[in-house]
Each structure stands twice: as C-alpha cells, then as structure tokens.
C-alpha cells in the first residue's frame, strides 16, 4: 500500500489538531499492517512555506532555525504518542531543485505560465479541477476564494507554483529568477518521487480538501496523464467548546503539555 500522508507544517509546537491527524491515520495504518498489508507511508514536513516566514520574521530568527527547533519537537511528541515512524519523512527544503523540475515539465505541457517572476498553474487548462472538493471554477469564484486582486494572474483561480522573491525571505536559483515554491507544489513532487505517478491512499485533514488537494491532484495528473491518488481520506476537526480549535482562535492545546497531565493512551483514546 503506497501512501501519503500530509504532515504538520513545523512552524509551532504539535498541538492537539496535529495529533488527531496523527494519530487517526496511524490507527487506520496498524490495521492494515495487522492483515499484513505492506504499507509505505511516507509523512512530510513542510519546512518552507507561508507561516514559516512569518514565525520567523517574527522571532528574528531564519526559517531554517525555526524549522530545526519544531521539527525536533514534532518528533519528541510523535513518540510519545507511541507513533509509528514514517517509511519516509521528506522535508520540503530538500527538494527544491526537483521541484523546479517539476514546474518546467508543467510549463512545458501548457498548464503553467510565469509572469513577473512567479509562476502560475493555469486552472482552466484541467478540467477537472473541482472534482474532490466538487466544485466548478466559476462558483470558487462566486464564493470569493479566488484571488481576484493579482493582476499578475491570468484567471483568478490560478495558483502559485514559484513565488518570486521578496525582501526577507529564503530563496533559491531557477529559470524564473530567485524565489520559493508554492505549497501545494511541494507535496505533489514528494509523493510522487516517493510512491510513485499513483498512490494507493492519500490522507490530510479536512482543511486541506480545498485548495491543497485540489491542487494536487491538477498538478500531478497534468504531468503524468494517470490518477494521483486511489483512495482519499480526510479527518475531521476537534472542537473546542464548539469552535473548531485553532492558533488563530488560540484555543488549542500543546502535546508536551497535554502529556504532563494525561499518559499517550489516555490520549490517543479522547482523540482517537
């Protein structure tokens, strides 16, 4: 079983939303194993992204500090949890070249173009983007998740593969001028270097159904032509009083504080 699971993105201590992700595939993964599947899971981590630089410009400090620190504490916490270690953790960082890669192969194909430095995933091009979250592009519009204010942008439902470089930011070398990679790009070159042009099982939370897989799926099925992914799973929120638990609501809960208090099988259960 060839699987990919989305991991957290190392810009804080794992909370308790990051373990039910965890710990929920993990259950689903030792059953599998139990009726002697053999499964190649593969768990990222994403070091280079939005949130990162922001962490980072806020504590002073390099994305790759930031990165070192969290993901140090992501893995105390997983094995406390008593997680099972991924076949491979892939970092973002560590694949930018092959991702740039990536990139040309989609504009090379007719589904990517650059302007002003950033590159771009031209939606209209696939047309079946919409088909896990099922939508169609023109009510993304309608409901105001396209960015309709970038004038660098063909069509507002286009996202970011490269991201032209900006003051203060980490950057790298490519055809398109100094810069980074865009989100979803990162996980769609990782999986597929790992497992291959389909994958059996593709898990992430809830969140990530609209626009991360999404995207994932236009990218890596525009390369290859093939299914990206056989079998997608999504977990649900926790919620907290009612409200989902979040950093921007700051009702969330650390695990290194959490097991101060209760032991890892207490609260794998509560979550589980």
Same mark, same amino acid.
């Given at each position: 079983?060839?699987?990919? @699971?989305?991991?957290?993105?190392?810009?804080?201590?794992?909370?308790?939303?990051?373990?039910?992700?965890?710990?929920?595939?993990?259950? !689903?993964?030792?059953?599998? %194993?139990?009726? %002697?599947?053999?499964?190649?899971?593969?768990?990222?981590?994403?070091? !280079?992204?939005?949130?990162? !630089?922001?962490?980072?410009?806020?504590?002073?400090?390099?994305?790759? %500090?930031?990165?070192?620190?969290?993901?140090?504490?992501?893995?105390?916490?997983?094995?406390?949890? @008593?997680?099972?270690?991924?076949?491979?953790?892939?970092?973002?960082?560590?694949?930018?070249?092959?991702?740039? %890669?990536?990139?040309?192969?989609?504009?090379?194909?007719?589904? +990517? /173009?650059?302007?002003?430095?950033?590159? /771009?995933?031209?939606?209209?091009?696939?047309?079946?983007?919409?088909?896990?979250?099922?939508?169609? !592009?023109?009510?993304?519009?309608?409901?105001?998740?396209?960015?309709?204010?970038?004038?660098?942008?063909?069509?507002? +439902?286009?996202?970011?593969?490269?991201? +032209?470089?900006?003051?203060?930011?980490?950057?790298?070398?490519?055809?398109?001028?100094?810069?980074?990679?865009?989100? $979803?790009?990162?996980? $769609?070159?990782?999986?597929?270097?790992?497992?291959?042009?389909?994958?059996?099982?593709? $898990?992430?939370?809830?969140?990530?159904?609209?626009?991360?897989?999404?995207?994932?799926?236009?990218?890596?099925?525009?390369?290859?032509?093939?299914?990206?992914?056989?079998?997608?799973?999504? @977990?649900?929120?926790?919620?907290?009083?009612?409200?989902?638990?979040?950093?921007?609501?700051? @009702?969330?809960?650390?695990?290194?504080?959490?097991?101060?208090?209760?032991?890892?099988?207490?609260?794998?259960?509560?979550? +589980?």
């Amino acid at each position: 079983v060839r699987w990919y @699971n989305c991991g957290p993105t190392v810009n804080g201590l794992m909370h308790l939303g990051h373990a039910r992700s965890a710990v929920a595939f993990d259950i !689903i993964r030792r059953y599998l %194993e139990y009726r %002697e599947y053999k499964v190649r899971y593969i768990m990222n981590f994403t070091d !280079i992204e939005d949130r990162m !630089i922001e962490v980072a410009t806020n504590e002073k400090r390099s994305v790759l %500090e930031v990165a070192e620190e969290y993901l140090r504490g992501f893995r105390r916490d997983m094995s406390a949890l @008593n997680l099972k270690e991924a076949t491979i953790n892939p970092r973002a960082m560590l694949h930018i070249n092959q991702m740039i %890669e990536f990139i040309q192969k989609l504009e090379e194909k007719g589904y +990517a /173009y650059e302007s002003k430095g950033d590159v /771009y995933y031209d939606v209209r091009k696939f047309e079946e983007y919409g088909k896990l979250s099922n939508q169609k !592009i023109e009510n993304i519009l309608k409901e105001g998740t396209g960015d309709t204010e970038n004038p660098k942008k063909r069509f507002a +439902a286009d996202f970011a593969l490269w991201k +032209a470089k900006k003051p203060g930011e980490p950057y790298w070398p490519s055809p398109w001028g100094e810069g980074r990679v865009g989100w $979803s790009l990162e996980c $769609s070159q990782m999986s597929m270097m790992y497992l291959g042009d389909t994958i059996d099982i593709h $898990s992430g939370g809830q969140d990530l159904i609209f626009p991360h897989h999404e995207n994932e799926i236009a990218q890596s099925e525009a390369l290859t032509g093939k299914t990206f992914a056989k079998f997608w799973m999504h @977990n649900g929120y926790i919620n907290i009083n009612k409200e989902k638990m979040s950093k921007s609501l700051g @009702n969330f809960t650390n695990i290194v504080d959490l097991l101060k208090l209760y032991s890892a099988d207490a609260v794998r259960i509560f979550i +589980a």
